[in-house]
Every structure is written in structure tokens, then in C-alpha cells.
């Protein structure tokens, strides 16, 4: 196979390991190539794509021979494509065992020992995601609605989705129509779609004006379907609702007693039930401190239960908005006395928040780029217990080298399936001080 060969190039390949993020790889004439929806101890006929470095990228189709004993058949009629998804051929064991796998091995780059590793935490396989961002694409007559294909980047061609909480999925397809419908179709980019525990938003992204007779189909829409609808013609700030439902956007945690409101466009955690578990966890592994900075704290989703459970707490985040709905979320929870909530860029050089400093244990959970350059900095000889939350194994795993040579050791560990299906690794790290170490 040359180098240069044209492309789309069909081949066969045995397939012998698969990446994080869920293609099979295998070698063709000396060359690596990685196929979407192809297993390991499978040969399959596939189409190559794109070239990369170091490898070829395409997608598997017939397979020749036995299937692997770990294939199970996709829920969705698209999954093979989208990439919405990437694991949905394979069964859900399989997956998280290899993520938890991942995990060992980028730890075990860094040299970084774990005293105990955590059980795999599973929760709902299908209709969890409360939160996407689905591509509008308008094709001939018909406008697609829905998350890019892996390879091409194209909008699918779909009309449900799996993985979508029910409400949300439902949504889909007489969103198409109606997006069909207004005069400015082809120029509207995206959706971002929200599911509060009660009622969910749309935020529909445009870049021209929407005619009044737009306004009239959107309204009629947000009506009939009982959502909220916002419009976006500009950055985050131009968001404003046209019609549906009033009432905020809320989640509960029945663990604390607590209630969160958010806006359509904030970072929610998308798995609620996950979600649920991971709150548990990281406040049970802070049980016994007393003063907790929660960097990277968004509404308070950490925080709030923290402070229910009489620590207290200091949320730092970016994002003003957030800042302002973490807030709001201590003064609706009756625990205004118990938190601070203030805005600092992290990344920002040589920031560390008067939080940091007055506290003896960190959250962090930080964004996929991890804590940062300051974390070194946060690590003061006060700081007894670090819990991470990270949605990255790969900055994990750095950060978790950055703690080890601090004088921390990671004394549990494991993953937690936020995100089924998908190549997402959601990990808890617990991080004590060693004794005289630090
Ligand atoms: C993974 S989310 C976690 C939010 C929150 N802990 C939760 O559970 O909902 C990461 C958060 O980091 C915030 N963030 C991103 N970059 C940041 C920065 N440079 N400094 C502070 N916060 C930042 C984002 O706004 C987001 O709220």
C-alpha cells in the first residue's frame, strides 16, 4: 500500500488492538490503520478515509469470519457512523473494562501507584445524555439535525438517538421539520439541547435573523412540544427565550436535599444518575475536612453537597454565569452561610485563590486540559486531601504525577460511566498527603 494511494482505498485487515477511542487497529503492507466499528480478534473489509500520522483512518464493514465474542448489536441504526457514539457495538462490560484499563496503563506511564482501585461504576447504558450539542445541516429540501459523523464531520442523517434522554430524542425529528420550515434554514448551525428534571430548553444558534413568520413556526413549536426555546444570534450573551415554559431549568440531588437551577447553555454533568454517584463518592472521600476549595466548581453541583454535609466551602470557576447560578443555588438551598463562590481564571500564571490557601483539602475537576501549571502551586503543606473528578485520563494521570511528586499519594481510584457508549473516561482520584512527605 503506498503512501500516496488514492483514497478511499478498500482493504482487509486483522484487526489486533482497539484505541481509547474505540477503532480497531490493525496493519495493512507495514502501514497502521485504525477502522471505526471493527474489534480485536476480528478481519474485516473496510474503506480507508484519511491518512494520519502514523496511520490510516476508515471504517470497518463486512467482517469475514467469526465476530468477536465481545460485539453485541448497536441500539441505534447509525451508530456504525455517528459520533454521537463509538462503543455501542460492543458490550458494555467490555467497555468499561477497558476504559478502567486505560486508566492503569496512562498511571502506569507516570510511575503513579494505587493503593485501591475502585469497582467500575455503571448506571444507565442508554437515554442518559441530558446535555448535546446537536449540527444542523440543511441538505437539498431536508435540514438534518444531529451530532457529525466521526469520519466526515457531516451532520447525520438521523431521527432518533439512544442515548438522548427520551424527551430530548423526541425532539429530533420535529425539530427538522420545523428548522425546515423557517426561511433562514440553511444558515442556522447548531441546537443545544438541555433536560432539566422537569422541562428541557433548545437554544437554536442562527446567523442571520429569523423572519417574523420564523417566529411565529418557532413559537407554535414551543408550545406544541411544551419546551422552552431560546435563540442565539450572537455569543452567549445574546442568548434570549422567544417562547415555552418560563421556569428554570432544574436538577435535583435527593442524596442532600438539594435542588439546582441552570440555564440551557451552563455545564451540567450529563448522566444524572451518574452524576448522583460521583457527588456521593467525592464527598464521602472528603468526610473529616473542614475546609474545601472547589476548583473549577461551575453551579455548585460538588459544592452544595460539601456544604450540606457541614464542610466549608469555597467554589472557584471562570465562568461569571456560573459564579452567579452557584450562588443563586446556596441562597434556594438555604446554605448562603456555608459557601463562597468566586471567579478567578485557574490557568491564569500564579493563580491561587484565597480559597486555596485557607483550605486543607482541593476538588478539583477540572475542564479535559486538566488542573493546570498552577496545581504545583495549590499543594501548601495545609493541604491534607485531594479529590479529583476528571472527565481526561491522559491529564489525570499527568496531574496525578504532579500530586505523587508533592508528596500525595493516590489512595483510591476508578472510573465512572458518565458516558456509555462513548470513548469518555470519567475518573475519581483520592489523594491523601503521606505523612512527612511534602
Ligand atoms: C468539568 S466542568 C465541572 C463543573 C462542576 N464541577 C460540575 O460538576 O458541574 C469544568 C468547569 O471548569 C470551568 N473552567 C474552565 N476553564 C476554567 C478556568 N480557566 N478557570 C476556572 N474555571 C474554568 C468551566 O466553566 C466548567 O464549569
Known sequence: MSGRAKLPLAVTVEITSLTADGFGEGCVEGRRVRLRNALPGETVEGQLFKRRKGYWLGEAGRIVGAPSTARVPAPCPVAARCGGCGFQHVADEQVLAAKAQELRALLDVHEVHVERWLAPVAGPRLGYRRKARLGVR??????????????????????????????????????????????????????????GDRSCAIVIRHLTAFSSEDLVLLTNFAVA????????????????????????????????GLHFEFQPLDFVQVNAAINRRLVRSAVMALAGTRRVADLFCGMGNFSLPLARSGIAVAGVEAGGNAVDRARHNAVHNALADKVDFSVADLYEPDCVPAAVTAADALLLDPPRTGAGANLPAWLHAGVERVVYVSCNPVTFAADAAVLAAAGFQLAQAGVYDMFPQTAHVETLGVFRRVRGAG
Open 225 to 256: 412540544r411544551n419546551v422552552a426555546v431560546y435563540l442565539q444570534g450572537g455569543g452567549e450573551d445574546s442568548v434570549a427565550q422567544l417562547a415555552g415554559p418560563r421556569a428554570p431549568l432544574g436538577y435535583a440531588n435527593p442524596d442532600f
Open 138 to 195: 440543511r441538505v437539498g429540501e431536508k435540514v438534518f439535525v444531529g451530532f457529525r459523523e466521526a469520519l466526515s464531520g457531516r451532520v447525520v442523517d438521523m431521527t432518533d438517538c439512544a442515548v438522548l434522554d427520551p424527551r430530548l430524542a423526541a425532539l429530533v425529528a420535529p425539530l427538522r421539520e420545523v428548522l425546515g420550515q423557517t426561511s433562514i434554514a440553511g444558515l442556522i448551525p447548531q441546537v443545544e439541547l438541555a433536560a
